[in-house]
């Protein structure tokens, strides 16, 4: 692996409706990360986040089969078997007590992980 591929920044983020808040939306849009977290059906429009607030707009428009098709929502599901594939071949949980040991075992767990599936 490239040191350029390991260090690569995060540039969008898929979340279900448990992220749809404007704390969330606020965190990812400081640190330059654009958010498609599906709205829930409660979601209101007078919300502090811009991010959110358009999200929220596009998706009551739209509706959520052509919101998902035009964020590219249903990528969400790859993410999904991957944690899911993760945490069977691992656990849910870490050995370590430390944060720097909790770090070190997920890398390797990770490294494992990659090898595993590029076999």
């Avoid at 640190?31 to 007078?46: C, F, H, Q, T, Y």
């Amino acid at each position: 692996m490239r040191k350029a591929e390991r260090h690569r920044k995060v540039s969008k983020v898929y979340g279900d409706g448990a992220y749809d808040s404007s704390k969330v939306y606020q965190m990812l849009e400081q640190k330059g990360i654009e958010a498609v977290i599906k709205p829930r059906r409660n979601s209101r429009l007078d919300t502090p986040s811009e991010p959110r607030r358009k999200a929220v707009a596009q998706h009551k428009r739209l509706g959520y089969r052509r919101w998902a098709k035009l964020n590219g929502y249903g990528k969400r599901w790859s993410m999904e078997t991957t944690y899911s594939t993760f945490k069977r071949t691992f656990g849910e949980f870490c050995m370590a007590k430390t944060m720097k040991n909790i770090t070190r075992e997920l890398a390797a767990k990770a490294y494992l992980y990659n090898m595993l599936i590029n076999l």
